[in-house]
């Protein structure tokens, strides 16, 4: 009897990410490095080398783009952002911040004048406001505790910040005989949000703005066991001020215990500055409710919305609340996709967002005259978000093969202009892998985009190792994007052909597709995925005895799936059981054994 060798590893990380950690004078500035690769091929520690690009900012003239670059050094085990300016038309490109320690939230203040921007230097995080040009920096809040992000009000009056707020009792508070005690008293949900316990709640505060200095200001939340914005990874867009700077809207989810931990519905609040009144936009909406941005007169207010409680995946819908007639509209009610990153024209007729289609991640506008949704954008790539400037639109482009960068859109005609080129030194020096869009048959004989990505050097005549790879989620589209921890670059440059599979349960495919899955985990999503990898098998460049399965989060409940039922389809599978940093996480496909 032949004997079957089965190789099945398993993979957990638990490392803290390093990102921004101040220098402690023993190191030295982390910046980026002028590489002469001696191969085209990538690899871990040239995957680690590319600058990632932050958060861009339009300036107010809508002349300059403000953004952030952060560089790793992995002897230091760390990385540093500093900050960038160029022009919307890729010129004048300039680095205004260069030190030790990173600077994060830079934004431009309303007048222009000055960036802001976040820095530990003082030993806690502050304001920090510079000339455009790089001179003249300068500490401005000197606020108890540090804050964690800020935004100015438009009439640079106030500036509204986040910070930290402890309001239950800990174990100390309870038994003040035990000050070293490091345990928890739980007795009620919610008490843990992803990597973090629930100490303390995310507050906003809202500050006279004095560009001498800034002190602790008014919390518009105070004693409420909440947080805004939601964690774990909501941000700054959760929180905006009115045109009129009178007003401060905000994203929470105001429910306690068990219904906090099970319930999606967040809401929109509106905190009135003057009167310190708080209402409730959204009351009777029951999902959730984010990402509030007001119309440039103010007399409108966008926000993301879905629909139902307890649903964390439903359609993300673009409604829009006109001040004037009290009137909510659902403008996406017949657009069978999601609306994210939402972005007013500067006439305040129409709305830019991003939507997934077909596994990519596209700019559209929505025209409030007549209701009309338009893609402007159409390519092998992913948008990340869209800022107008002027009769330009700035947004930031990745894909598989691709780092992200900063393109200049036509709205009229999408025509696409790269302005940033943060990676072509190294990207000039690589050979990246064909990425293939194909529809492949499932087993109830509907069609299923996937994509394959070949080796650097593939030859058809050859026959690939290839990799099944599982998306996690378990609701979240395999679309074009860069990875620092699952790179298909990085796999199929060690002689790996990549089937990344858009199975059942993903968006982008119309909202049946996405919600097939709920309810039926190990099911016909699981066929999709032998649906893809049977397919491929049959390439005369497949080597059918060396197929592997791999995938992190949802995707490892999928490898584990697979490994109980992939009749003897696989000679390998590696999955990773919790990822909360990426160094460790850069997958070598040939420890997989195949």
């Known amino acids: 009897m032949k004997r079957l060798y089965f190789t099945f590893l398993v993979i957990v990380f638990f490392s803290a990410s390093t990102f921004g950690q101040e220098n402690n004078g023993k190191t030295g500035l982390i910046t980026k490095k002028n590489m002469k690769l001696s191969s085209n091929i990538l690899t871990p520690e040239v995957l680690w080398s590319f600058g990632r690009i932050g958060e861009s900012v339009v300036s107010p003239d809508k002349t300059t783009v403000l953004f952030g670059v952060t560089y790793y050094d992995i002897q230091q085990n760390k990385g540093n952002c500093d900050l960038y300016t160029v022009g919307i038309d890729g010129k004048n490109l300039k680095q205004i911040t260069s030190t030790p320690g990173s600077e994060y939230n830079a934004t431009w203040r309303p007048d222009g004048k000055k960036i802001g921007f976040l820095s530990a230097q003082s030993g806690e995080m502050q304001l920090y406001e510079i000339n455009p040009d790089g001179t003249d920096v300068k500490q401005i809040s000197y606020i108890n505790g540090g804050i964690d992000g800020f935004k100015y009000s438009p009439d640079m009056s106030k500036i509204l910040y986040i910070q930290e707020v402890k309001v239950d009792k800990n174990t100390q508070d309870i038994y003040p005989d035990l000050p070293k005690a490091s345990g928890r008293i739980m007795d009620d949900l919610m008490y ?12 906003i505060f809202v500050a006279d703005y004095n560009e001498n200095k800034i002190t602790d200001g008014t919390d518009i939340m105070p004693g409420e066991p909440w947080e805004s914005p939601l964690k774990p990874f909501g941000g700054l867009e959760q929180v905006n001020f009115s045109p009129d700077s009178k007003t401060i809207a905000y994203t929470c989810r105001k429910l306690k215990g068990k219904e906090y931990a099970l319930s999606t519905n967040s809401d929109i609040y509106l905190y009135a500055i003057a009167t310190k009144k708080t209402t409730n936009l959204t009351e009777g909406m029951m999902g959730y409710d984010i990402s509030p941005v007001y119309s440039p007169d103010g007399s409108k207010i966008a926000w993301e919305s879905m629909e139902h409680n307890g649903y964390e995946s439903d359609k993300s819908r673009l409604f829009v609340h006109d001040f004037t007639t009290g009137t909510k509209t659902d403008y996406s009610r017949d657009f069978d996709q999601n609306s994210n990153g939402l972005t007013w024209s500067d006439d305040g007729k129409s709305i830019y967002f991003i939507s997934d289609i077909h596994a990519t991640d596209e700019i559209y506008r929505l025209d409030l005259k007549n209701g009309k949704i338009t893609r402007i954008t159409d390519g092998i790539h992913n948008y990340l978000n869209v800022i107008v400037a002027g009769k330009m639109l700035i947004a930031q482009r990745q894909s598989m ?17 790269q302005i940033t080129f943060v990676n072509k030194d190294l990207l000039d020096q690589l050979k990246f892998g064909n990425v293939e869009k194909r529809w492949i048959k499932t087993s109830d004989n509907k069609e ?25 989620g378990p609701q979240s589209t395999v679309s074009q994007f860069w990875s620092y921890r699952w790179n298909f ?15 059942r349960g993903l968006p982008g495919f119309g909202t049946a597709w996405n919600e097939q899955i709920s309810g039926d985990y190990g099911g016909q999503n699981m066929q999709d995925y032998l649906s893809a990898i049977d397919s491929m098998k049959k390439e005369p460049f497949v080597n059918a005895d060396k197929l592997g399965c791999v995938g992190a989060s949802y995707g490892g409940f999928s490898v584990y799936w697979l490994a109980g039922n992939h009749n003897k389809r696989f000679k390998a599978l590696l999955l990773t059981m919790a990822c909360l940093t990426s160094k460790a996480n850069i997958l070598k496909p040939k420890k997989c054994g195949l």
């Open 401 to 417: 093969s691709s780092p992200t960068e900063i393109y200049a859109v036509n709205p009229k005609d999408g025509k696409e202009t």
């Open 448 to 472: 299923m985009l996937t994509w394959i990505i070949y080796p650097p050097n593939f030859n058809p005549n050859k026959k690939y190792p290839t990799l099944l790879y599982c998306e996690g």
């Open 192 to 203: 843990r949000h992803w990597d973090q316990f629930v100490d303390t709640y995310t507050h």
């Open 489 to 503: 670059q990085m796999m199929a440059a060690n002689d790996y052909i990549i089937v990344a599979p858009n199975r």
